[in-house]
């Protein structure tokens, strides 16, 4: 976008591919998504069209497991009818802070919603909806929702996100991958600086002095879209806030498992739970079937194990494991460092500062809405 405007871009990047969450695997001509599978929305279509790759919105079907492995519904009869009016009541109560939900970046938290999402529904006796989006916030990786504060929930899962989920709307899938995004991306790009680790971010007079390993360089304005490690930026009121962004260790197991109908799978009994499978979803490419696993926590032999053998538990024969792949997920703010204005005074001090945090750090990462995010930045900045 920015080069479009003819500004010359430079992008330091601490991995030797660019990507970070969103990564594809090739194995001939079966894909594997290790990171971001599909989106929800309409916003990046936009992007896709303009960028000619190809799309498809395909319907998803899911089960939910019990702590048995035994299938088991996600609502029971009587809910699903009562759904309706907690579906009104909720849309009702959600009004009253649209202006701390319905913004593309985070901004002023209304401090009703600094509480766990639990909490919020039940004081409010929704407890359906609830049971509703338990199972997908815990297992997209956005964690339990004991903890997940109401604010994030009601930004991730807006009425229209819920009201979608319920009507088992198509979803979109990139046919080759969201490494082509990727590289059909970077190919407009015409500086990028590979396994280069920012280490020091600085004002300096009109300029900004960044640091790597191997030197530095002066620029007009330092765009951060990732969280850095304390210290990196020299300026306290971002470090501050950047040593408050916190993220979920999260984990991707692949296989290639034996070729039948297997649905996207959720386990109840784990929802939120750490170093316990989440749930799964599969790939039928070229006769072979591929199924992608999560789990919060960090990559280890029992934690694999204890997904391999869940999924086995489930009754499905695995092949072999293709790769188990540590990330950190969804940058937020635990619930001792939530402030009503803590996102407000970041968008704020970028209007008048050449460091500017922008993306994930101040919207919800959802690559749709990163899109619209980041597009919005750049035509009210540039
Ligand atoms: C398993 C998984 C599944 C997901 N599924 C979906 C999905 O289905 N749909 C969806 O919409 N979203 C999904 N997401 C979320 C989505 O992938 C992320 O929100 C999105 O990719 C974040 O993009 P980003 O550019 O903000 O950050 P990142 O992807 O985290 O990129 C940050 C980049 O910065 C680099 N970096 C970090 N520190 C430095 C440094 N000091 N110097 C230089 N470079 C640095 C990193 O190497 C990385 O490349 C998923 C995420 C995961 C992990």
Same mark, same amino acid.
């Given at each position: 976008?920015? +080069? @479009? ?8 990047? @601490? ?7 969103? *990564? ?21 279509? /936009? ?18 497991? &019990? ?9 029971? *009869? ?12 909720? /849309? ?19 401090? &009703? ?8 529904? *039940? ?65 407009? !790009? ?15 007079? +009109? ?12 620029? &007009? ?36 498992? /034996? ?9 109840? $009994? ?17 006769? @072979? ?10 990559? =280890? ?5 204890? !997904?391999?053998?869940? !999924?086995?538990? =489930?009754?499905? #024969? ?10 950190? !997920?969804?940058? #937020? ?14 968008? +704020? ?22 899109? $619209? ?10």
């Amino acid at each position: 976008m920015l +080069e @479009k405007k003819g500004i010359g871009v430079t992008v330091y990047e @601490k991995q030797e591919h660019i990507g970070g969450h969103c *990564r594809t695997l090739i194995n001939k001509d079966n894909l594997v998504e290790l990171g971001t599978v599909f989106c929800f929305s309409q916003h990046i279509k /936009e992007l896709l069209i303009e960028l000619d790759v190809d799309y498809t919105e395909r319907f998803t079907y899911r089960n939910f497991l &019990d702590e048995h492995f035994s299938k088991v519904e996600h609502l029971s *009869r009587e809910n699903v009818s009562a759904l309706t009016d907690e579906l009104i009541k909720l /849309e009702k109560i959600l009004k009253k802070y649209t202006s701390s939900l319905n913004t593309i970046n985070y901004g002023h938290i209304h401090e &009703d919603l600094m509480v766990p999402l639990i909490d919020f529904l *039940r004081n409010n006796e929704l407890e359906i909806i609830c049971g509703l989006l338990a199972p997908h916030l815990s297992s997209f990786g956005f964690g339990n929702i004991c903890e997940l504060q109401a604010y994030y929930a009601f930004n991730i899962f807006n009425m229209d996100t819920i009201q979608s989920l319920i009507r088992g709307d198509r979803l979109l899938f990139v046919n080759k991958g969201m490494d082509e995004v990727i590289s059909k991306l970077s190919q407009n !790009i015409s500086d990028i600086r590979y396994s280069i680790e920012v280490k020091n971010i600085e004002s300096t007079y +009109e300029k900004v002095k960044v640091e790597t390993e191997y030197g530095s360089e002066l620029f &007009d304005k330092v765009l951060i879209t990732t969280k850095l490690p304390k210290d990196v930026i020299k300026d306290d009121l971002y470090n501050q806030l950047m040593k408050k962004i916190d993220t979920n260790p999260y984990i991707t197991c692949a296989y290639e498992v /034996e070729n039948r109908n297997i649905v996207t799978t959720y386990y109840k $009994a784990n929802l939120g739970q750490s170093e316990k499978i989440q749930f799964f979803h599969t790939f039928r490419q070229n006769n @072979k079937t591929t199924l992608v696993a999560y789990a919060y926590g960090s990559v =280890s032999k029992e934690l694999v194990g204890s !997904i391999t053998a869940d !999924i086995e538990n =489930s009754g499905i #024969h695995i092949k072999h494991l293709i790769t188990a792949k540590q990330w950190y !997920i969804f940058p #937020h703010l635990k619930a001792q460092n939530l402030t009503p204005n803590f996102y407000k005074d970041i968008l +704020e001090r970028q209007k008048v500062s050449n460091i500017c945090l922008i993306g994930s750090l101040v919207s919800r990462p959802a690559i749709s809405n990163l899109y $619209a995010s980041i597009k919005q930045f750049i035509s009210q900045t540039f």
